[in-house]
């Protein structure tokens, strides 16, 4: 028996053998950050990293990716040219997002399905949701802390947006 015999013989057996392949994610699976600390990452600030991570815009993210899941049969090519303002209408986008909105669940759930996660819904306050009233718990304007994205830069660690800084 030839090598090429042998090899092509050996290539038969093991491809009728079936390949157990895990599941793989559409999205990225980042690892949200500071889960379980008074530093969780918002579900907002995942938005932002994961359309960076796959060098997109947020809203080509939310629209392309999020809005088909979300809307379902509903889903045009002329809802994807939209804003995000399609899928959020008449919400302010930080309780949306970070809140206890039937659409952060939504929101969060989508996510979890296409990155495979399932903790996702931890960087919001759903799980909040009839222990705390979501009425002017948001701030208006976004609030950062230039100390913490310093000290972050320094240590070479992800800068990212906490939860709590959405309050």
Known sequence: ???ITKFNRYRQLKLSQPIELSEIS????L???GLETPFTESLSSYLLRLAEAHCVVPKKLIMGEIAPLVLGDRYTSKIASKGVSALLPNCDAKPGINGMR???TVIANALEEL???EDLGFLSLITWKGIIEEQKLFRSKKAICPQCFE???LQQKIIYEPLLWSF
């Open 102 to 104: 039937a659409m952060t």
């Open 26 to 29: 559409r999205l990225y699976s």
């Open 115 to 117: 990155t495979l996660r």
């Open 31 to 33: 690892e949200p950050i």
């Open 151 to 153: 000290e972050w830069k």
């Open 1 to 3: 028996m030839t090598e």
